[in-house]
């Protein structure tokens, strides 16, 4: 192409982007109550809702009297406008332009009114939104802090837009904190096939819709703020919804591929969801075996839109990845080559589908496998995106039914209120005040409370395993990432008056009093020291009864044991993963500091490696280990909206419980990253001497790719079972990594292995082992790979092992991966407390194979 014609083509693509502007710029965003309005932390500019608000009477402006730590902004959600009778609002708006209408609810306490009360009914220009509506109950069913509701009106013949708010009845009452009215472009909703019958189509124009999931396959939250086109959309990680033993590998665009927009409009998606995906990885006899699933709840006798975000960034050839897409066990599209159907290699497209939900089985599956008819190059399939909207019924109706807490949330609930003491300082009964911290406290990844967590693993397994129903009623994701606004919240744990900790982090895990402590550690005796470290010695310890704990006592004259104890409950009180140690509580009194944590039976790594020697650990149990530990750091630097590094990684803080799962613990000296486009973090260097990054030390700016190092030696101690630093040794060996890679480009790398099971690895393992090994010990960052390429290669050694290496295509004899920069996905249960058993039905034995399929393969 010419310098004109691509200058010509640069102007079309910027007076698009300006046409799509001028649209977005007529949007409405009311903060409900606030007679100011305010910015939200995305930058968005919200006014009040006085203007709009038509009701003389029987309504009232409230501000909520609790802040839960997982809101992602103060405006609009601390603030409510309540209606005790029939209210209505009228917004201006373009006649003949469709409209997404997002209606924001933060169930907390507003002066006296008890929100358990609270039922009605939103209908916006005829079109029924939500009926018999519960927030409070929507928000302790979902572990949800606030519920967020969008819906895509079809163009009306009106330029004003009444939204009305109807009480159920005289003893009841509404209410609203934040109202969104943003124009949808043109071109946005087409046509969608109907799946089953492959002649006929729905016309998505004419009809009202509401948006029940939009997620970035294999890629991280997007926020309003990184919307295309300032659309406001959030794009939230698809890892809670993937169903199944086998997660895929995710993947990322190599930064010298450029995404072009060609047939569908740049607001479609952002770009950033079509740099990323979930693929099913490149060894057929793994891709062949089972299907790439992902399942939602939603309610029963609708229709559904199913829009499926495609762009293919690694291969360019059309035939070379070949896949069929399977709706409820239905064939949705057969032998789907993205490159062929968008026309090149990078170019985005999507494909939308109908399918129709009964009463019997209230879910949507979607289902991926490799086309074998069509001889691909790679066996292997796809996915960016996904959007699922419903469609109104024939009596314009898209309201569902509230969802229904399961039985075991409201008896952990029930539990936690015997032993959790709740503050009534902010005028709060104790009953209140513990429905609104458990049932809201988990809205996200950041905001899980030790009991709200709880009630999300059992209702996560429940569900997953058919016991019981409950519809998505938002479709903000169960652990929905969320930013802080830097605000506090307005609770504070009962503690001394020289508290190290926020009350915001403080309020999400439990306090135990000194009493409390003395009593579970015999007023610490020295028989009970399981451990000693840089915060102090760690104890064993009994608690409420029968349940063991290791309590982590700091030393009195160690100042940085307080930045410990203060780092500790920040990060630990919001995370909850399977291979990251839990804590449980702390307590802060008399002077006295001590952190509260699950008690890990085996103890450290080390002890079974080299130290104690208490264990002779085998080969596949040290890969394991290995594979659990990686599964946690994994977690840090992707899992959350804020990535973290760990930065001390060593086998002493890797621990094992009682079924040798291995968990990652001691975050004293972590550190998260505030921005996603801020590379590292620059801190003084600190960390343990032998697993320091050299790059880190030299530039004093930490990345993940610090503990991928340090986690790199770890994996060296893992097979050869010796320090990572050991003085005694002559000067060439004192260092375990140099003195491993030293060996490795000697070829001499087999002497050093662990006597004790030199004769177990298999040849194959060994080099896949030995190889991301090394790569996480390269002296630069850039170099490294990411600790998902770790978790993907470790879990393809486990394999090697176990099974016979025959793991290449049926026309691809390489034995390197083309697909540079996979990352291998988190399984869905580690998103609460959960384990690989959830999906695997009663089965503890490590011994089952992790590409197992565990969904049924019909509609293949």
């Given at each position: 192409m010419s310098d004109g014609g691509r200058g010509f083509v640069i102007y079309l693509v910027l007076i698009v982007s300006l046409v799509s502007l001028i649209n977005v710029a007529d949007a409405w965003l009311l903060s409900c109550g606030n007679a100011d309005?305010?910015?939200?932390?995305?930058?968005?500019?919200?006014?009040?809702?006085?203007?709009?608000?038509?009701?003389?009477?029987?309504?009232?402006?409230?501000?909520?009297?609790?802040?839960?730590?997982?809101?992602?902004?103060?405006?609009?959600?601390?603030?409510?406008?309540?209606?005790?009778?029939?209210?209505?609002?009228?917004?201006?708006?373009?006649?003949s332009q469709r409209y997404w209408i997002r209606l924001h609810f933060y169930p907390a306490t507003y002066a006296s009114f008890d929100l358990r009360s609270s039922y009605f009914s939103v209908v916006v220009n005829g079109v029924t939104l939500l009926s018999n509506f519960s927030a409070s109950i929507t928000a302790q069913a979902l572990t949800q802090a606030y519920i967020v509701k969008?819906?895509?009106?079809?163009?009306?013949?009106?330029?004003?837009?009444?939204?009305?708010?109807?009480?159920?009845?005289?003893?009841?009452?509404?209410?609203?904190?934040?109202?969104?009215?943003?124009?949808?472009?043109?071109?946005?909703?087409?046509?969608?096939?109907?799946?089953?019958?492959?002649?006929?189509?729905?016309?998505?124009?004419?009809?009202?819709?509401?948006?029940?999931?939009?997620?970035?396959?294999?890629?991280?939250?997007?926020?309003?703020?990184?919307d295309t086109n300032r659309l406001s959309r959030t794009w939230y990680e698809d890892t809670p919804y993937v169903y199944g033993a086998v997660l895929g590998v995710t993947s990322e665009a190599d930064t010298s591929v450029m995404i072009q927009y060609k047939d569908v409009p740049q607001y479609a998606a952002p770009v950033d969801l079509y740099r990323t995906g979930r693929s099913m990885g490149y060894y057929a006899n793994v891709s062949l075996g089972y299907n790439l699933t992902w399942s939602f709840d939603v309610d029963a006798n609708f229709s559904y839109v199913v829009r499926l975000h495609f762009c293919e960034y690694q291969v360019t050839k059309a035939n070379q990845i070949v896949f069929d897409v399977y709706l409820n066990n239905q064939t949705a599209e057969e032998a789907m080559d993205v490159v062929a159907y968008a026309g090149g290699q990078a170019i985005p497209t999507y494909k939308d589908y109908v399918v129709y939900v009964r009463e019997e089985s209230p879910a949507i599956l979607l289902q991926l496998h490799p086309n074998q008819k069509m001889k691909p190059e790679f066996y292997d399939a796809r996915l960016n995106g996904i959007e699922i909207f419903k469609l109104s019924d024939a009596k314009k109706n898209l309201a569902g039914p509230n969802p229904s807490p399961s039985d075991m949330l409201v008896k952990a609930e029930a539990e936690a209120a015997k032993s959790f003491e709740r503050p009534t300082s902010q005028g709060l009964s104790d009953k209140t005040h513990l429905a609104v911290v458990i049932g809201s406290a988990a809205g996200g990844a950041v905001g899980l409370s030790i009991v709200a967590a709880l009630g999300l693993a059992l209702y996560t397994r429940k569900k997953h395993k058919g016991g019981f129903h409950t519809s998505s009623g938002s479709w903000l994701p169960l652990y929905s990432s969320s930013g802080s606004s830097g605000s506090r919240s307005t609770f504070s744990a009962k503690s001394s008056n020289s508290s190290h900790y926020s009350s915001k982090d403080g309020g999400l895990c439990r306090h135990f009093t000194l009493p409390e402590i003395i009593q579970a550690t015999n007023n610490f005796d020295a028989s009970y020291v399981i451990g000693v470290g840089g915060f102090g010695n760690v104890y064993k310890g009994v608690i409420d009864g029968n349940t063991k704990v290791a309590i982590k006592r700091s030393n009195p004259s160690s100042e940085q044991g307080v930045n410990e104890f203060q780092t500790e409950i920040e990060l630990l009180s919001k995370l909850r993963h399977g291979n990251l140690v839990s804590l449980i509580g702390f307590c802060e009194e008399d002077g006295e500091m001590a952190l509260v944590y699950d008690f890990m039976a085996y103890g450290t790594l080390r002890e079974h490696l080299y130290k104690n020697?208490?264990?002779?650990?085998?080969?596949?149990?040290?890969?394991?280990?290995?594979?659990?530990?990686?599964?946690?750091?994994?977690?840090?630097?992707?899992?959350a909206r804020q990535t973290i590094i760990h930065r001390d990684v060593k086998t002493t803080n890797i621990l094992l419980d009682e079924k040798w799962v291995a968990k990652?613990?001691?975050?004293?000296?972590?550190?998260?990253?505030?921005?996603?486009?801020?590379?590292?973090?620059?801190?003084?260097?600190?960390?343990?001497?032998?697993?320091?990054?050299?790059?880190?030390?030299?530039?004093?700016?930490?990345?993940?790719?610090?503990?991928?190092?340090?986690?790199?030696?770890?994996?060296?101690?893992?097979?050869?079972?010796?320090?990572?630093?050991?003085?005694?040794?002559?000067?060439?060996?004192?260092?375990?990594?140099?003195?491993?890679?030293?060996?490795?480009?000697?070829?001499?790398?087999?002497?050093?292995?662990?006597?004790?099971?030199?004769?177990?690895?298999?040849?194959?393992?060994?080099?896949?082992?030995?190889?991301?090994?090394?790569?996480?010990?390269?002296?630069?960052?850039?170099?490294?790979?990411?600790?998902?390429?770790?978790?993907?290669?470790?879990?393809?050694?486990?394999?090697?092992?176990?099974?016979?290496?025959?793991?290449?295509?049926?026309?691809?004899?390489?034995?390197?991966?083309?697909?540079?920069?996979?990352?291998?996905?988190?399984?869905?249960?580690?998103?609460?407390?959960?384990?690989?058993?959830?999906?695997?039905?009663?089965?503890?034995?490590?011994?089952?194979?992790?590409?197992?399929?565990?969904?049924?393969?019909?509609?293949?």
């Open positions: 309005g305010g910015t939200d932390s995305d930058g968005r500019k919200w006014v009040s809702d006085s203007k709009f608000f038509k009701s003389k009477s029987n309504h009232m402006a409230e501000t909520a009297s609790y802040q839960d730590p997982s809101l992602p902004s103060t405006v609009p959600y601390m603030t409510a406008r309540l209606f005790m009778s029939d209210a209505r609002y009228q917004v201006p708006v373009k006649s969008e819906y895509a009106l079809a163009a009306m013949d009106t330029d004003v837009l009444e939204i009305k708010f109807n009480p159920r009845d005289s003893g009841s009452f509404a209410f609203v904190n934040g109202i969104e009215v943003v124009p949808v472009p043109d071109g946005l909703f087409g046509s969608a096939a109907l799946v089953g019958f492959s002649d006929q189509s729905v016309d998505e124009q004419t009809t009202d819709l509401q948006t029940m999931v939009r997620l970035n396959v294999g890629g991280q939250y997007i926020g309003p703020a990184n020697n208490k264990t002779n650990l085998t080969w596949k149990q040290r890969l394991e280990i290995s594979i659990g530990a990686a599964r946690g750091l994994h977690y840090l630097h992707t899992g990652v613990s001691d975050f004293g000296l972590s550190k998260s990253r505030p921005e996603m486009n801020q590379s590292h973090v620059s801190t003084v260097v600190k960390g343990s001497f032998g697993y320091l990054d050299p790059e880190y030390f030299r530039r004093q700016q930490l990345t993940e790719k610090s503990d991928v190092y340090s986690f790199g030696v770890v994996l060296f101690e893992v097979i050869c079972a010796r320090p990572a630093i050991n003085p005694a040794l002559p000067k060439e060996q004192v260092s375990l990594g140099e003195w491993a890679l030293n060996c490795i480009k000697n070829g001499t790398f087999r002497d050093i292995i662990d006597p004790k099971i030199k004769g177990e690895i298999k040849p194959e393992c060994l080099d896949k082992f030995v190889a991301v090994a090394a790569k996480c010990l390269a002296d630069q960052g850039i170099h490294r790979p990411s600790m998902g390429d770790v978790l993907w290669s470790l879990e393809f050694a486990l394999q090697l092992q176990i099974n016979d290496p025959a793991a290449k295509t049926s026309t691809d004899d390489a034995k390197e991966d083309p697909f540079p920069n996979r990352n291998m996905g988190l399984h869905i249960s580690n998103l609460s407390l959960g384990s690989d058993v959830d999906l695997k039905g009663n089965s503890n034995d490590p011994n089952d194979e992790i590409f197992s399929q565990m969904v049924n393969p019909t509609g293949r």
